[in-house]
């Protein structure tokens, strides 16, 4: 075993409480996908949402994601690869220390078994949490107040991101997930499989960037302006730069 890594005493004690502490329970587990699974070349990769309970009937809602033979090259392993749940978990990691919301993970693990790499990743289910796709679909439960104060959090969330050089590489309204609660938010990106560091900043803003612009729907331009403004006006300003002139050219566009 790689890996057998659960987040906390806690955790493990209610994966141990429910049967599911050892990778082989995790693995297989009996329970209807949440997606439909990914199958390329001699892989797959799957989720399903799962509900474990306390010893007091509290339930625990998480993500529980395994993949089978399904790696990505990186620098240190070029050729064979590492399971892309190795990464991003690393990367949830990361970002928990830099404090930058995102996912909470609850376990980790990793085997060979029978010539096959399998791995699992957990992570807290955010309840009570709406994509931003799902948010701006529903008007009836947005004003521009709240939507200004969700772009200004999301915008300024991504420019955390940035500043410590990580490139999401997926940026989509579909990955931004928020929480409303008596006026205040919560925003958190999700989706961190394609999560990179780089060495320059160039690499990574403009990348990022142009994705939610152009693939903002149902994000009205309005709020995709908020965003960029808070983006650009967090920590050092940008708002002169070369990098926002292309922003709002953009913009002018989509």
């Not at 749940?85 to 928990?96: A, K, V």
């Not at 997930?177 to 961190?192: A, E, M, S, T």
């Not at 394609?194 to 403009?206: A, I, N, Q």
Request: with cysteine.
């Amino acid at each position: 075993m790689k890996f057998h890594l659960f987040e906390n005493d806690a955790i493990e004690a209610l994966f141990q409480f429910n049967n599911l502490a050892e990778f082989e329970q995790l693995w297989t587990i009996d329970s209807p996908w949440f997606e439909d699974p990914n199958y390329r070349r001699n892989g797959w990769s799957g989720v399903i949402k799962y509900a474990l309970k306390d010893n007091e009937g509290n339930n625990h809602i998480f993500f529980i994601k395994r993949q089978e033979n399904h790696n990505c090259k990186t620098f240190f392993h070029p050729f064979k690869g590492i399971p892309t749940f190795r990464r991003e978990y690393f990367n949830l990691q990361n970002l928990d220390k830099k404090k930058i919301p995102s996912l909470k993970s609850a376990y980790y693990g990793e085997r060979m078994h029978n010539g096959k790499a399998q791995s699992i990743l957990i992570t807290h289910s955010l309840e009570s949490y709406q994509s931003f796709e799902a948010y701006f679909s529903n008007k009836d439960a947005s004003d521009e107040q709240t939507d200004a104060l969700i772009m200004q959090t999301a915008g300024e969330n991504t420019r955390r991101l940035h500043d410590v050089l990580f490139r999401h590489g997926s940026l989509y309204p579909k990955h931004f997930f928020v929480k409303v609660d008596n006026g205040q938010v919560d925003v958190r990106l999700i989706d961190l499989e394609k999560l990179k560091w780089y060495p320059f900043s160039y690499l990574v803003r403009l990348n990022d960037l142009s994705r939610i612009v152009r693939r903002r729907e149902p994000v009205s331009k309005t709020s995709i302006q908020l965003f960029i403004n808070a983006y650009l006006t967090y920590g050092k300003d940008l708002s002169h730069s070369q990098l926002a002139n292309q922003l709002q050219s953009l913009i002018e566009k989509h």
